[in-house]
């Protein structure tokens, strides 16, 4: 009877109805696993496209998109990459990112001590360069230190490379870090940075500092024909110059060089404490027994911190956990005053 309900127990294979153009079979979730696939790094990215160059050949250049299924997976200059499709740099051919390998480091940052988004600046650099300059403009020591808690906590290497020093000296400036067992480097505008290229040859290196300290003249320096190079990498998008994007850039000698231009600031909101004391082998025990929450400040922030006992062992010097605390005050916001635009 119409409008009356079925008797489903008296249903049977009969009435089962399969909707047109749907096939039975079932879908697989298996992925082609690209046996054939190209390695490369990741030296430039502009609007969803990415720019890498070969391992085996790192002059040539090859445009890239990201593969649907790695989905949303963040891909940032200096990731090693697996490309496929057509890799052979030619103007408009395309590839495909089909796999991104695990990253060794990791710079990251934030926009501010309050945000909670992470931005990947650059991966698996294995130094971070803190180009400062010692005058015009002046030295900015909370700049230094919060870029020092970011290389410490993602695992890289970092130095500080002193520019201008035919302006004013180094000395005290390099003592204010001494506790730290810091490589500083150190230049001047009317020399060669010899010291600065045997130091990056041959290994991935990122640099950071505020505008005017003279990193541009450095990386120019370094890559002849940087400025240039820049162009192309950064022509992914139709042309579009991005200056303020990271862009990675070959060595003459082997080895690249990551030019960070929009990377005036570090927001240190997603590092922890501890992050910053697993840099410091000799307080890393004795932090684990410390209370809960603790940020190692000491008092009165952190009355009951353990780190002051390793001093009064004698495993640690005074000046080694100062210098320890200042970065972590650093990361707590609590910068030098004196230090603008940190």
Same mark, same amino acid.
């Given at each position: 009877m119409t409008g009356r309900r079925r008797d489903w127990s008296k249903l049977d294979e009969s009435d089962v109805r399969v909707r047109p153009g749907k096939g039975t079979r079932p879908r697989s979730k298996r992925r082609p696993e690209h046996a054939d696939a190209s390695t490369a790094m990741v030296i430039g990215v502009d609007r969803g496209r990415w720019t890498c160059a070969l391992d085996d050949d790192p002059t040539r250049v090859v445009v890239a998109m990201r593969a649907r299924e790695l989905g949303r997976t963040p891909i940032v200059v200096g990731d090693q990459v697996d490309l496929v499709g057509d890799v052979s740099g030619k103007v408009d051919a395309l590839a495909r990112i089909v796999r991104v390998g695990e990253r060794l480091s990791v710079l990251r940052r934030t926009a501010d001590d309050t945000d909670p988004y992470e931005r990947i600046v650059v991966a698996n650099a294995a130094e971070l360069l803190i180009v400062c300059s010692l005058a015009d403009p002046p030295p900015r020591t @909370?700049?230094? /230190? *919060?870029?020092?808690?970011?290389?410490?906590?993602?695992?890289?290497?970092?130095?500080?490379?002193?520019?201008?020093?035919?302006?004013? @000296?180094?000395? /005290?400036?390099?003592?204010?870090?001494?506790?730290? /067992?810091?490589?500083?480097l150190v230049t001047r505008s009317d020399r060669e940075p010899d010291e600065v290229r045997e130091r990056v040859t041959g290994i991935v290196s990122a640099l950071v500092g505020h505008s005017g300290v003279g990193k541009s003249t450095l990386v120019n320096r370094l890559v002849p024909d940087a400025h240039l190079r820049t162009g192309v990498?950064?022509?992914?998008?139709?042309?579009?110059?991005?200056?303020?994007?990271?862009?990675a850039l070959a060595l003459p000698g082997g080895g690249w060089v990551v030019d960070t231009p929009?990377? *005036?600031?570090? @927001?240190?909101?997603?590092?922890?404490?501890?992050?910053?004391?697993?840099?410091?082998?000799?307080?890393? =025990?004795?932090?684990? =027994?410390?209370?809960?929450?603790? @940020?190692?400040?000491?008092?009165?922030?952190?009355?009951?911190?353990?780190?002051?006992?390793?001093?009064?062992?004698?495993?640690?010097?005074?000046? *080694?956990? /100062?210098?320890? *605390?200042?970065?972590l005050a650093s990361r707590a916001g609590h910068d030098d005053p004196d230090a603008p635009d940190h």
């Open positions: @909370g700049f230094i /230190d *919060r870029c020092l808690v970011a290389a410490y906590a993602g695992g890289l290497q970092p130095v500080l490379c002193l520019t201008k020093s035919d302006l004013a @000296g180094p000395e /005290d400036l390099i003592a204010a870090y001494a506790e730290l /067992d810091l490589p500083v990498v950064s022509a992914v998008g139709k042309g579009r110059h991005t200056s303020v994007a990271a862009v929009g990377v *005036r600031s570090f @927001g240190l909101a997603h590092i922890e404490p501890d992050d910053i004391v697993s840099a410091f082998e000799e307080f890393v =025990e004795a932090a684990e =027994e410390c209370p809960p929450g603790c @940020g190692h400040l000491g008092a009165p922030e952190d009355p009951d911190c353990m780190l002051d006992q390793v001093v009064a062992d004698g495993t640690a010097s005074p000046g *080694r956990l /100062d210098s320890l *605390r200042r970065l």
